[in-house]
C-alpha cells in the first residue's frame, strides 16, 4: 500500500503542475485574444470606424481563432500539447507586436492584427486535449473547469487594456501583454511535457469518422449557441453598453471584466456537477438560464437590471455549460479524438461568436436597437435545451 501511495503521489503532483501551466498559458493567450473588444471603442474614436468595421475588428480575432481550433486540437491529438501550445504562444507574440507597432494605426492594420491574434484563440482545443491526457475520464470535468480558469486573462484585458491605453496609448495595451506572453513561453519551454502515456505514432486524428460521432453533431450544436452568447456578452459587451446604454467606455471594460470573471469561476461548478452526476443535468439547467435571460435582456431592461439581474444570471449559465459540454465530450469521445471533437465543436461556437456581433451591428442600424438579435440568441439557447434533454436524456 506505501509503495501504491508513493507511486501515485509524484504522477498526481504531475499532473497538477501541468494543469496549472496549461491554465497560465491559457489566461495569458485569452488576455490577448480578447484585448481588441474593450478598446474598440477607443479605436473607433481614433480611426474613424463605422458601426460594422468595428464589429468587424471585434469579430475577426473571434472567428479566426475559433477555425484554428480544428487543426490545434488535431495536431495536439496527434504531436502532444507541448509543441502546439508552444507554437501559439510563439504566434500570440507576433500578432501582439504587429498591432502595438502598426496595426493599431488602420482599419487594415487592425484587421491584420486580428487575424494573427486569432492564433491565441487555438489555444483552447489544445489545452482541452493537453488536460485531458493527464486526467481519467471521471475526473475531466473538474479538470476542464479548473483550465477554463484561464478564460480570467479576457478580465485582465477588459480591466486593463483601456487604463493602459488611456495612460500610456493605443500601442501600450499589446506591448504589455506581448511581454507577460513571450516570458512564459520561455517557462512552458522549460516545464511543459507531455502525458506520459501518449504516443505519437499510435495517434492519429480521424476527421471523417470524428464528424460521424453523435457526439460531435451534438457538441457542435450546444457549444455555438453557448458560445454565441457568450461573445456577444464579452467581446461585443463595450460596444453594446455604449450604444444601447450610453454607457462611458472606461466603465464597460470594467463591467465586461466582472462578466467574464463570474462566468469564468462557474467552469469549475460546471465540471464538478459534470463528475458528480451527468453533464446533461448542468447543462440543461445551465441553457435554461442563459435562454432566459436572453430572453429578458431582448427587451433592453433598465440598467440596474441589466447589472444586477441579466448578466449575472447569464454569466453563471455560459460558465456552467461550457464546462458542462467538455465533460460529455471527455466522457463519450474516443480518447485519441478528444482534441479534434472539442476542435470541431468549438470552431463552430466560434463562427456564431463571429456572426453575432455583425448580427448586433445590423440590428442596430436597422431598427435602432438590439432586441430583435438578442431575441435569436433566446430561442437559439430554449432549442438548445430541448435538444440536450431528448438527445442525451435518451441515451443514458
Not at 155 to 166: D, F, I, N, T, Y
Not at 192 to 202: G, T, Y
Not at 282 to 302: D, F, K, S
Request: with cysteine; hydrophobic share 55%; glycine share 14%.
Amino acid at each position: 500500500m506505501a509503495t501504491t501511495r508513493q507511486v501515485m503521489a509524484p504522477a498526481q503532483t504531475g499532473n497538477r503542475v501541468m494543469l496549472g501551466l496549461a491554465v497560465s498559458g491559457y489566461l495569458l493567450t485569452s488576455w490577448a485574444w480578447t484585448l481588441l473588444g474593450p478598446l474598440a471603442p477607443m479605436l473607433r474614436d481614433a480611426l474613424g470606424l463605422s458601426p460594422m468595421r468595428q464589429a468587424l475588428v471585434v469579430a475577426v480575432p473571434v472567428v479566426v481563432g475559433a477555425l484554428a481550433r480544428v487543426p490545434a486540437g488535431a495536431l495536439t491529438d496527434r504531436l502532444g500539447g507541448r509543441r502546439v501550445q508552444l507554437l501559439i504562444l510563439g504566434s500570440t507574440v507576433l500578432a501582439l507586436l504587429e498591432l502595438a507597432l502598426i496595426g493599431h494605426r488602420s482599419f487594415g492594420g487592425l484587421l491584420v492584427g486580428g487575424v494573427l491574434l486569432g492564433a491565441a484563440g487555438a489555444m483552447f482545443a489544445a489545452s482541452v486535449a493537453f488536460v485531458g491526457g493527464w486526467f481519467p475520464p471521471g475526473r475531466r470535468g473538474l479538470a476542464f473547469g479548473v483550465l477554463g480558469l484561464g478564460l480570467c486573462g479576457g478580465a485582465l484585458g477588459g480591466a486593463s487594456g483601456v487604463r493602459l491605453a488611456s495612460a500610456y496609448g493605443l500601442a501600450a495595451p499589446f506591448l504589455v501583454t506581448a511581454v507577460a506572453v513571450g516570458l512564459f513561453g520561455l517557462i512552458a519551454l522549460t516545464l511543459l511535457r507531455d502525458p506520459p502515456s501518449r504516443s505519437a505514432d499510435q495517434v492519429r486524428p480521424r476527421p471523417r469518422e470524428a464528424l460521424r460521432l453523435p457526439i460531435t453533431r451534438q457538441a457542435v450544436a450546444w457549444y455555438t449557441v453557448n458560445f454565441a452568447v457568450f461573445v456577444t456578452f464579452t467581446s461585443f459587451l463595450p460596444v453594446y453598453l455604449v450604444n444601447a446604454y450610453g454607457m462611458a467606455a472606461d466603465r464597460t471594460g470594467d463591467v465586461m471584466a466582472v462578466f467574464m470573471l463570474v462566468a469564468v469561476l462557474m467552469r469549475p461548478v460546471g465540471g464538478w456537477l459534470a463528475d458528480r452526476w451527468t453533464p446533461a443535468r448542468p447543462l440543461v439547467a445551465a441553457l435554461t438560464l442563459v435562454a432566459l435571460g436572453t430572453a429578458v435582456q431582448a427587451t433592453t431592461p433598465p440598467l440596474p437590471v441589466l447589472l444586477i439581474g441579466t448578466l449575472p444570471a447569464l454569466a453563471l449559465g455560459v460558465g456552467v455549460a461550457s464546462t458542462a459540454v467538455l465533460a460529455q465530450i471527455g466522457r463519450v469521445a474516443p480518447p485519441d479524438m478528444v482534441g479534434l471533437v472539442t476542435g470541431l465543436a468549438s470552431a463552430a461556437g466560434g463562427l456564431a461568436g463571429f456572426a453575432c456581433p455583425l448580427l448586433m451591428a445590423y440590428a442596430y442600424q436597422l431598427f435602432g436597437d438590439y432586441g430583435p438579435a438578442l431575441g435569436g440568441l433566446a430561442a437559439g439557447a430554449a432549442a438548445a435545451v430541448i435538444h440536450v434533454a431528448i438527445k442525451v436524456g435518451h441515451s443514458r
